[in-house]
């Protein structure tokens, strides 16, 4: 027995020896198997976005041939935002940087000097004319072009013009995802269209906190008031609040909304003066983090949802 057991040691040890090994070859094995596609990882097209909204429709375009950086995340605020050097930073190793234009990103020239970019700077509102309107007296261009999905296919062709021309071998995937996002899109306008279509001229009015919707108005015939001008980098003026209330009040508007990037306090302020309740909120310049708008597909269908269910309320 002892012989044998002795004997049995060192054949237990080199079993255990053989073990090991064949474990550790299944580990190595196993962690190869996930290096492969890490690999495969590092060869996507690295691009950066400026903001949540915008770095989803980059990657509905641009799919797995892309890794998107966003630097303005979900229930951020792009107007007031401040870059940071980890942002710069993050940038650094992107070849294109994908941004909305039109003042969107106020911080945008600051930070292409401080960074010195090295990759393309595309701005996917380029082509597309914007709208402009009076705030404060003074005619302002309004930046917030994604809110209509029209406009949007331009920014998608945009979009997919700017990734075929840094990685030409996707180029025909590009487009054919392009292709389905625009087919999206304009299943979405003539759904909206649909459930906008019982309300009359009349009650399409909404108050809001800042001027994010103008573009989303004019498609679909919907008149936006807010406090706040364009950005909301604004102060809304005491006079301005005052003759909200008053509207409200005399026109009996009852679709009130705060916003998902903003204080809600200014929007709570007037309908508790007015003597209405706030509907809820609209998700205007990012997406969501909770379940409801982490697409911006989705952000516009629960926009309209929430829209054509509180304008049925006004008078
Ligand atoms: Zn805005």
Known sequence: MFGLS?????????????????????????????????????????????????????????????????????????????????????????????????????????????????????????????????????????????????????????????LSQADPAGASYYAERAKNYRGALDDLIKWADKQLAAIPPSRRVVLTSHDAFGYLGQRFGIKFLAPEGVSTQSEASAKDVANLIRLIRRTGIRAVFMENISNPRLVERIAHDARVTVDGKLYSDALSKNPEATTYLQLFQYNIRALATAMKDNR
Do not use: C
């Open 6 to 162: 002795q004997r049995g040691k060192p054949q237990g040890k080199s079993r255990l020896g053989a073990g090991l090994s064949v474990v550790l070859a299944a580990m190595f094995a196993l962690a190869m198997a996930f290096a492969a596609p890490a690999r495969a990882q590092d060869t996507r097209l690295p691009v950066g976005v400026s903001f949540s909204i915008l770095a989803d429709i980059v990657k509905s375009v641009g799919g797995d041939r892309v890794d998107v950086t966003a630097l303005v995340g979900p229930d951020q605020d792009t107007h007031t935002y401040e870059p940071t050097p980890a942002d710069v930073a993050k940038l650094s190793g992107t070849r294109l940087f994908f941004v909305n234009g039109l003042g969107f990103e106020g911080w945008l020239p600051r930070l292409m000097k401080s960074s010195h970019y090295p990759g393309q700077l595309v701005t996917v509102t380029k082509g597309l004319k914007p709208r402009t309107m009076v705030d404060d007296g003074k005619a302002v261009t309004d930046p917030h072009m994604f809110q209509d999905p029209e406009r949007v296919k331009t920014m998608v062709d945009n979009i997919a013009a700017a």
